[in-house]
């Protein structure tokens, strides 16, 4: 599926009608959607109700902003009712209870959950409580109201630093991290939870580096305080909220002596909930594991260049050490995902940096007129 802008300056959902995957689309489910005020959260909502899909948003706003589920209403246009916001936090069990005794949901996708790294090695603790509380409290409500379908945001964190490239679902599994750990060990209870009881089916997605954003420039990346991850660190330097980039690591074993990643795009990513979606509906699957990447690496230079050029704005670049913890080179093999998913992602950098200048262009500072930059 893809999605434009048509002139009435809705998103449109392209494709022939006749294609397979609106063949095999399944009937209009409701779905419970954790996280989805975020950034991945709020494209995978959007690409849900333009599919059919009725959903129900679960989100504290601890890292998100009410506005970005208004955004995403609106870009819905005629879909935009199917859309319920529930601000609660998913350590709330009665608050739960209460949404899933009202609605019988299909299934629940589960991106809530704090993600950055360097936070999590100074208070583990919050971590552990945030995630894996939330997360076990999550399949417990789900289990006493009969809902037994998820998936789950984990991450190519959990493979480390990889012994060869490109990662395949089968690769043993680390992290070096109290981040890293709370994925691991959700995943862990996803397999225990499928051999307790095999009614639940269950897909755990290992993104590799999500970035940009919808091609509306309506919704997209807004991290609070300084950015940890690269591009939404640069998409800040390009429009002048902070002077430079400081590059970690020039003397990586690859081609410029910088980190190479699978980066994908956002809506890429967000479709690949769809497919794992359709995929729950599958008698034969159990707890699966899929990544969802581009296959292919690009450094850190090769992707400053590409912004550079999608954005026509100079990045400067301070070169530093290597970031304690950074790995060297990491991407994904995307056949398993291909052949059991039917999907493959479209885009490559030069639509994921337009795309994230569209939104930092559109919304320098977010999803907040004022400057928030700490
Ligand atoms: P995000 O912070 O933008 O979205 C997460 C959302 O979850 C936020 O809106 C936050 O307010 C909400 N949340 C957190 N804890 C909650 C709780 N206890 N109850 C209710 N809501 C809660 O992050 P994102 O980039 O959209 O990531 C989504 C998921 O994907 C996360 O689980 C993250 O670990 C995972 N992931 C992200 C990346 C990435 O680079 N962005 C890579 C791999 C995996
Ligand atoms: N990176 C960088 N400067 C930054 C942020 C990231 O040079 O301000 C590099 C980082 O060292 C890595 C790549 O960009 O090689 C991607 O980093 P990110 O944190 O986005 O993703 P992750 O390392 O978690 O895959």
Same mark, same amino acid.
């Given at each position: 599926?893809r999605?434009?802008?048509?002139?009435?300056?809705?998103v449109?959902?392209?494709?022939?009608?006749s294609s397979?995957?609106?063949?095999?689309?399944?009937?209009?489910?409701?779905?419970v959607?954790?996280?989805?005020?975020g950034y991945? /959260?709020?494209h995978?909502?959007?690409?849900?109700?333009?599919g059919?899909?009725?959903?129900?948003v679960?989100?504290?706003?601890?890292? +998100?902003?009410?506005?970005a589920?208004?955004?995403?209403?609106?870009?819905? /246009?005629?879909?935009?009712p199917?859309?319920?916001?529930?601000?609660m936090?998913?350590r709330?069990?009665p608050a739960?209870?209460?949404l899933?005794?009202?609605?019988?949901?299909?299934?629940?996708?589960?991106?809530?959950?704090?993600?950055?790294?360097?936070?999590?090695?100074?208070k583990?603790?919050?971590y552990?409580?945030n995630?894996?509380i939330?997360?076990?409290?999550?399949?417990?409500?789900m289990a006493?109201?009969?809902?037994?379908?998820?998936?789950?945001?984990?991450s190519a964190?959990?493979?480390?630093?990889?012994?060869?490239?490109?990662?395949?679902e089968e690769?043993p $599994?680390?992290?070096?991290?109290p981040?890293?750990?709370?994925?691991?060990?959700?995943?862990?209870?996803?397999?225990?939870?499928?051999?307790?009881?095999?009614?639940?089916?269950?897909?755990?997605?290992?993104?590799?580096?999500?970035?940009?954003?919808?091609?509306?420039?309506?919704?997209?990346?807004?991290?609070?305080g $300084?950015?940890?991850?690269?591009?939404?660190?640069?998409?800040?330097?390009?429009v /002048?909220?902070?002077p430079?980039?400081?590059?970690f /690591?020039?003397?990586?074993?690859?081609?410029?002596g910088?980190?190479?990643?699978?980066y994908?795009h956002?809506?890429?990513?967000?479709?690949g909930?769809?497919a794992?979606?359709n995929?729950?509906?599958?008698? +034969?699957?159990?707890?699966?594991?899929?990544?969802?990447?581009?296959?292919?690496?690009?450094?850190?230079?090769e992707?400053?260049?590409?912004?550079e050029?999608?954005?026509?704005k100079?990045?400067?670049?301070?070169?530093?050490?290597?970031?304690?913890?950074?790995v060297?080179?990491?991407?994904?093999?995307?056949?398993?995902?291909?052949?059991?998913?039917?999907?493959?992602?479209?885009?490559?950098?030069?639509?994921?940096?337009r795309?994230?200048?569209n939104?930092?262009?559109?919304?320098?500072?977010?999803?907040?007129p004022?400057?928030?930059?700490?």
């Amino acid at each position: 599926m893809r999605t434009k802008i048509g002139q009435s300056g809705m998103v449109e959902v392209d494709g022939p009608p006749s294609s397979p995957r609106r063949r095999r689309r399944p009937r209009l489910r409701s779905v419970v959607v954790t996280g989805g005020a975020g950034y991945i /959260g709020s494209h995978t909502v959007l690409q849900l109700l333009l599919g059919g899909y009725k959903v129900a948003v679960i989100d504290n706003l601890d890292n +998100s902003a009410a506005i970005a589920i208004n955004r995403v209403r609106e870009l819905a /246009g005629d879909h935009g009712p199917n859309l319920t916001f529930h601000q609660m936090d998913l350590r709330d069990k009665p608050a739960l209870e209460g949404l899933f005794a009202s609605t019988k949901f299909g299934a629940v996708i589960h991106f809530a959950g704090l993600k950055a790294v360097g936070e999590s090695v100074k208070k583990p603790m919050m971590y552990y409580d945030n995630n894996l509380i939330g997360t076990i409290i999550l399949l417990e409500v789900m289990a006493a109201h009969g809902c037994k379908k998820l998936v789950f945001s984990s991450s190519a964190t959990v493979y480390g630093w990889p012994k060869v490239v490109p990662c395949t679902e089968e690769f043993p $599994i680390a992290a070096a991290n109290p981040y890293g750990r709370s994925k691991l060990f959700i995943e862990e209870i996803c397999r225990d939870i499928y051999q307790s009881d095999n009614e639940w089916k269950i897909i755990l997605l290992r993104y590799f580096n999500p970035v940009g954003a919808h091609p509306s420039g309506y919704i997209g990346e807004d991290p609070r305080g $300084i950015p940890n991850n690269l591009m939404p660190f640069v998409q800040q330097v390009a429009v /002048g909220r902070r002077p430079a980039l400081t590059v970690f /690591g020039t003397d990586y074993s690859t081609e410029d002596g910088t980190g190479v990643r699978d980066y994908i795009h956002v809506v890429d990513l967000a479709d690949g909930h769809i497919a794992a979606l359709n995929k729950l509906s599958d008698a +034969s699957i159990g707890c699966e594991v899929y990544n969802l990447g581009t296959g292919k690496g690009t450094s850190v230079l090769e992707m400053v260049a590409a912004f550079e050029k999608a954005s026509g704005k100079k990045i400067p670049l301070i070169y530093a050490g290597r970031r304690p913890g950074d790995v060297e080179i990491v991407y994904a093999s995307t056949e398993k995902a291909e052949r059991e998913l039917n999907w493959k992602a479209k885009y490559g950098i030069e639509e994921m940096c337009r795309d994230q200048w569209n939104w930092a262009n559109k919304n320098p500072y977010g999803y907040e007129p004022q400057d928030h930059t700490t």
